[in-house]
């Protein structure tokens, strides 16, 4: 039997198509109680290694496995692996009472849990609906419904805010960390970095089927210093006070103000009051998630930016070719990823 931890852990995994190397060496582990999220461009590689953990892709090297066991030898793995790569597989014609009916009987739930499931992801007005009149939004609460049936331990969810409007996004940030809080694993990937720094406790970003980044969400922040935007009445008065004490990180903006790296805004405040220069305003800048996700993934940033934490020198990678956001990896891209795919993400 599986250890029942509800681990995920990815270890040297890589995937080749041919001459087309999509996944390389990947590693990184998802704990319990926690949610991930996995972050890279497009043709990162990012759906074939979820297809790889959930069973649907054979690796090359390396292993993906779940309570430490590979997908295939989970016994029933909708009672363990709750999962949605793509939100199209409804029939029309069917409700969406009937299609998680269907759903049920074949993971081997109560019929019960149908309307618990409704109940769970707001579509119990819209149960006795066709689920070929559903909007984007409806399809994703429905897929998701779809894999909370057998209350899995480990949630895998590829672009799940895809389509909810600023409600259901609410809703859906709020049921991931409550999920997550009742000790069970989550691993979400998107390309919604704004709204996924709200959500997720760790990150792993990866370009070009490489890992680039793999730890905690305030490590990553803490890896890049704040930078304070002061607008004094005398900016080379401020300078030299500055200096004078030890902060040489300072240099002027295109709009007069003086940019300070590596000292608060209490620090800059006393220094300016103690030199007689007078301060009209601070403002602070703080690294954000996107900001630093262009830099690990883009081809001329890449591994340049970060200072070398033991995580980040485990996995730096040497830069990958020209590409960065959006771009394919050498050679193109897989089989499965060439082409429009419709589904949670879109195009891939």
Sequence with gaps: MHDGSGRIVVQNLTKQFGAVTAVQNLSFTVEPGSVTGFLGPNGAGKTTALRMLLGLVTPTAGVATV?????????????????VLENEGFHPKRTARNHLLVYAAAVGVPDQRVEQVLGLVGLTPAANRKAGGFSLGMRQRLALATALLGDPQVLVLDEPANGLDPEGIAWLRTF????????????????????????????????????????SLDQLRGSQQSR???????????????????????????????AVTGATTQQIGDLASKAGIAVYGMQEERADLERL??????????GSQLPQTPQYQQYQQPPPPQGGWGGPPPGGQPPQQQGYQQGWGGPR
């Design 176 to 215: 991931l960390r409550s999920y997550a809080q009742q000790g069970r694993t989550v691993l979400v990937s998107s390309h919604l970095l704004a709204e996924v720094e709200q959500t997720i406790d760790q990150v792993v970003i990866i370009s070009h089927g490489m890992t680039r980044y793999y730890g």
């Design 67 to 83: 309570n430490g066991r590979p997908h295939d030898q989970l016994g029933n793995p909708a009672t363990v692996v709750g999962s």
């Design 293 to 302: 996700f262009f830099q690990l993934t883009s081809g001329q940033y890449a």
């Design 228 to 258: 304070v935007l002061v607008q004094p009445a005398d900016a080379n008065a401020l300078v030299t006070a500055l200096r004078e004490n030890g902060f040489n990180q300072v240099e002027p903006t295109q709009d007069g103000r003086v």
